[in-house]
């Protein structure tokens, strides 16, 4: 899978708690907890259509520290519909803003570029 390759090739991650359940025949539902080695945390949740390609329905990239506090939270939940990005969106510990669809690697990235 790819998405699990991209993981293992982040050295940055200390270590992983993977999740794959298949819920249909065409859809199915990942989550991965990832620890970076500064105790730092990036929760992935991502459910998925796979009848013709591999296209996300719903996710969280929900990143925080050791303490639990919020770093980033990327999501499609349908709940600020005057973003102009809607219904895609970005947490931050001091508001919400406008965020295209990102991908893993995308979200990977900003956690390396914090670290």
């Known amino acids: 899978m790819i998405i699990e390759s991209l993981i293992d ?3 940055s991650i200390r270590s992983k708690v ?6 249909s025949d065409y859809t199915g539902y990942f989550r991965a907890d990832l620890y970076f080695y500064d ?3 990036l929760h992935v949740r991502e459910f998925v259509f796979t009848r013709h390609d591999v296209s996300k ?6 990143y925080q520290t050791s303490a639990e506090a919020l770093i ?7 709940h600020f519909p005057d973003l102009p990005t809607f219904p895609h969106h970005k947490h931050t ?7 295209e669809e990102p991908t893993l690697e995308q ?9």
Do not use: M
Not at 107 to 115: F, G, R
């Open 72 to 78: 980033f939270r990327y999501d499609n939940t349908r």
């Open 107 to 115: 979200i990977l990235n900003e956690v390396l570029d914090i670290l």
């Open 18 to 23: 993977v999740t794959k359940d298949k819920r």
């Open 57 to 62: 329905d719903t996710y969280a990239y929900h």
């Open 39 to 41: 105790g730092s945390l």
């Open 9 to 11: 090739s982040c050295g």
């Open 93 to 99: 510990p001091q508001e919400v803003v406008a965020a």
